[in-house]
């Protein structure tokens, strides 16, 4: 693999990995709070896809023709609604099972993602579906003649940029407002933060649509960047995310970022290395071994069962 | 949340309440429904978006009016009682009953349906293998088409590679699948339940991603061919190969093909058949009663000296093994396989069977396999919305009756008729 390629696989990489950084987001922090895997949160992104589409669709319709204006606009509708989704979700297949047994949560999650995914596929059509790419310009690096050079396009460059400053945005919330505390005061201990008056069930539908938000910014960019999305491209990337979350610790935020880091990169290098057909058994595989050997993940703390 | 018995103003809260629901239905079903992409543009649908808020709305303020009715009297549930009581005195004349039922079922249906009844009892297997790990032992498997794709390819491959007949094939695959099972079981089983959910699912998804890519070995996508099994020796074909003879020729009848169904559809009902008796057995010996303890209670389990990995391996390895051997029967029925029979939807639909019969009942999941099969090749139109349908079946059934529509029974004490 010659210089040019692998800082190309990198830069991908780097790419991909903040993507799924952005999803991991959503599955770390319900895990971290209720203790269960969202396995709709994949088909949460999907939906986003689906939205971001239709809404760049009827601004051009619209008339609007700035791209800055464009991009924010359509990001704004699609965290809206998409939020919207994350909330519903949680209220409709997760809050009455609170005090079920641990299976029950699970089998819910999954009945939901089946419910968005077929929801979607009967609403939308099952083909592939497109938008027309409007952010087309690129940077290019190293160049060193024709095919010597390591390009960077300026929808990649959103990519990283906006997924810093989402993952900013939700450091901040954390760490510095009354929210954000309530949030890691339930996620410690449900029942001492009740009793000095956190309301658990808002915190939790919070968590959920700021998962769903983050989603949405991921879902967004990736449709601007790649521009064709089915119903099913939740399952895959949500899997990839969550092993992301895994790999990183799950229920840590910074993890989560870093474990999307690590996998996207990895994920690209083995693409560029060994082939580009085995690149989604890789992914799993890793999640297997992850699992297997280091199970609380690059930041996480191990997990102590108290009776 | 609602008071009972308020009169104009609980009707007037039931109102509001759906009002609001409906609003944000519409809010998420607007952009999905409302409009379609076709090309860069949109085709706007406006009333469907409407139509199904103004459901929503409608369910809401029946769901309210609903739960705010008195509880039902106790008479239902006595009811209920009785007839689970009369049940199990009649339980095993109900069995023979159904049993004679199943046996002289092919002669009256036509070979179509024939066929659906074999690809019915194929879900039994695989639903049955499939409550052994979620109903019985509690451990969620999302990648149990994987085991079902070992025992298919099991039997397809080893008939290209090294000539083995469908009897070879059905311990071979079957030994397999459960070889499988144990190498993953083995270090993800000491886990946290809630991974071996995610493991499983992403074992799933690389059986079925290698199968698909390793061309040179496993043909890809083009898939493999499965002959169909012969009985001693006899083939079913309508001509015999060298030094074969065919069922016909042999008991001197007229051609027909339905022999073959016919005798793959017993040699299906006596695996089930014995399926059936061997989980019935292993529910009452200690492993079956450590499975159901381990489910309820991993800790408690422990201090009593019960090793938690090698029961669930148990668990695991006789699921594997039976969704192994549901792959042979697959792979011999339809004559040919290939990796679209093994997505993550066929290991949703193997789950929806045991959730809506309810987890570790044999009865109810049998019930829902045979329902859950043959009601989509009855409702043509209703194919299309199937994967819809087993989604809200699974919210749902988690809500409103964890236990399934049956529920599961155990075994308990009565006073006799003497004391």
């Given at each position: 693999m010659s210089f040019h390629i692998f800082v190309q696989q990198v830069v991908n990489g780097l790419v991909l990995g903040s993507v799924y950084g952005l999803i991991a987001v959503g599955y770390t922090m319900v895990y971290g709070i209720i203790?269960?895997?969202?396995?709709?949160h994949g088909d949460v992104y999907m939906i986003a896809a689906y939205l971001t589409a239709i809404f760049l669709a009827a601004l051009t319709l619209l008339g609007v023709q700035s791209p800055p204006v464009i991009i924010l606009l359509v990001l704004l509708l699609t965290i809206a609604v998409t939020a919207l989704y994350g909330w519903s979700v949680e209220r409709i297949a997760y809050r009455p099972l609170?005090?079920?047994?641990?299976l029950a949560p699970l089998i819910s999650a999954i009945g939901m993602s089946l419910i968005l995914q077929n929801y979607v596929r009967l609403s939308q059509g099952g083909r592939t579906q497109g938008t027309p790419t409007f952010l087309d310009g690129s940077v290019r690096l190293f160049?060193?003649?024709?095919?010597?050079f390591v390009q960077i396009t300026h929808a990649q460059i959103l990519i990283v940029v906006m997924a810093v400053l989402g993952m900013g945005v939700l450091w901040y919330l954390m760490q510095a407002t009354a929210m954000g505390r309530a949030c890691r005061a339930v996620q410690q201990d449900r029942i001492m933060a009740s009793l000095l008056g956190v309301d658990g069930d808002r915190v939790i539908s919070l968590v959920f649509v700021l998962g769903a938000s983050m989603a949405a910014v991921a879902g967004t960019l990736v449709t601007f960047n790649y521009g064709s999305f089915d119903f099913?491209?939740?399952f895959v990337t949500g899997i990839k995310a969550f092993t992301a979350a895994v790999l990183g610790g799950i229920g840590s935020l910074p993890g989560a970022m870093l474990g999307g880091l690590v996998l996207g990169l990895s994920e690209s290098i083995f693409s560029g290395l060994v082939n580009t057909d085995y690149k989604d058994v890789f992914a799993f595989s890793l999640l297997v071994l992850v699992l297997i050997f280091r199970p609380s993940g690059l930041l996480g703390r191990p997990e102590v069962e108290k009776v | 949340m609602n008071g009972s018995g308020e009169g104009a103003h609980g009707v007037g809260r039931w109102l509001r309440e759906a009002a609001i629901t409906g609003g944000i239905a519409f809010l998420l079903f607007a952009p999905i429904t409302g409009v379609t992409l076709s090309g860069y543009t949109l085709e706007g649908h406006w009333q469907r978006p409407l139509w199904l808020a103004v459901w929503v709305a409608v369910g809401r303020f029946l769901w309210s009016w609903f739960r705010a009715r008195p509880r039902p009297s106790p008479a239902l549930s006595r009811l209920s009682g009785a007839f689970s009581l009369w049940l199990d005195d009649h339980r095993t004349h109900l069995i023979l009953i159904l049993l004679l039922g199943a046996m002289i079922l092919p002669w009256f249906i036509g070979k179509y349906w024939l066929n659906v009844a074999i690809l019915a009892w194929i879900y039994v297997l695989l639903a049955l293998g499939l409550n052994i790990v979620v109903g019985l032992a509690g451990l969620l498997d999302l990648g149990f088409v994987a085991f079902y794709a070992v025992g298919a390819y099991g039997y397809a491959l080893g008939h290209q590679?090294?000539?083995?007949s469908f009897w070879a094939a059905l311990p071979f695959g079957a030994l397999l699948a459960a070889c499988f099972g144990v190498m993953l079981g083995f270090p993800v089983l000491r886990m946290h339940g809630d991974y071996l959910a995610i493991v499983t699912l992403g074992f799933g998804e690389i059986i079925r991603l290698v199968i698909n890519n390793w061309m040179s070995f496993?043909?890809?996508?083009n898939g493999v061919r499965a002959p169909f099994p012969s009985l001693f020796g006899i083939d079913f074909g309508r001509r015999a190969a060298p030094g074969h003879v065919t069922f016909h020729e042999y008991f001197n009848l007229p051609y027909s093909n339905e022999y073959r169904d016919i005798f793959f559809y017993f040699l299906l009902l006596i695996v089930v058949s014995g399926m059936v008796f061997l989980v019935r057995r292993l529910r009452r010996m200690p492993l079956g009663r450590n499975w159901e303890a381990l489910r309820e209670d991993e800790i408690a389990c422990r201090a009593l000296g019960i090793q938690p990995v090698t029961v669930k391996l148990s668990a695991f390895g006789l699921g594997a093994m039976t969704g192994g051997l549901g792959g042979v029967f697959f792979a011999a029925s339809q004559g040919f396989v290939n990796p679209t029979s093994f997505t993550f939807m066929e290991s949703a639909h193997i789950l929806a069977i045991v959730i809506l019969g309810g987890m570790g009942s044999t009865g109810g999941v049998i019930a829902a396999a045979v329902l859950l099969t043959v009601l989509p090749e009855a409702l043509r139109d209703f194919a299309e919305y199937r994967g819809l349908l087993f989604g809200c079946a699974m919210v749902l059934m988690m809500v409103w009756r964890p236990k399934g529509l049956m529920g599961m029974r155990r075994a308990r004490f009565r006073r006799s008729g003497v004391a």
């Open positions: 203790g269960m895997i969202n396995f709709a609170r005090h079920s047994t641990r160049e060193q003649g024709p095919d010597q099913f491209i939740g | 590679y090294l000539g083995l496993t043909g890809g996508p």
